[in-house]
């Protein structure tokens, strides 16, 4: 089972307030990344979703007489 990419960016941001200052800091760069890609997908997602209901439209438009 793979965990979700909201539960792996918690557990960074968690492991990235620890002490250790390059570890702290790289968990926090990687939690950020992955939280910017994440929101990528959704708006990715949303625009084609967004692109299918256009097409949807059209061809319904192209079949009537």
Do not use: C, F, H, Y
């Amino acid at each position: 089972m793979k965990t979700s990419i909201e539960t792996l960016i918690k557990a960074m941001r968690i492991v990235s307030s620890g002490n250790d200052g390059v570890v702290s800091a790289a968990t926090a760069e990687a939690a950020q990344r992955l939280e910017e890609q994440q929101e990528r997908i959704t708006q990715l997602e949303q625009e084609n979703d967004a692109l299918r209901a256009d097409l949807l439209l059209w061809n319904e438009k192209e079949v009537r007489p």
